[in-house]
């Protein structure tokens, strides 16, 4: 879910801090905003078993995201802003700021 938005003052820029709770080792948050990378943003995992990390997205646009649970499994946030049908039939979240 999209925990926490803040919008930045001084750049164009909101953190958005994303927290998800799955059955998994490790998840990665992979999106438009880095270029659907399945490693470079990975989320922590808190005692409780969820994940979150906190990512700074451009104000201003609607940005497409998915999970990535243990490098195999893509999973949807059931609380995002809205959802795309992309070209392979499959839908991609979507926050917009």
Request: proline content about 2%; some cysteine.
């Amino acid at each position: 879910m999209i925990e926490k938005r803040q919008f930045l003052k001084t750049k164009p820029v909101c953190k958005v801090t994303f927290k998800f709770n799955v059955q998994a080792e490790n998840l990665v948050i992979a999106g438009d905003f880095n270029n659907w990378n399945e490693t470079s943003t990975p989320m922590k995992k808190a005692k409780d078993g969820s994940f979150s990390v906190a990512v700074d997205l451009e104000s201003g646009r609607k940005h497409q995201f998915r999970y990535l649970a243990d490098g195999k499994t893509w999973l949807n946030d059931e609380a995002a802003d809205k959802y795309v049908t992309t070209a392979l039939g499959s839908d991609n979240s979507v926050v917009i700021l």
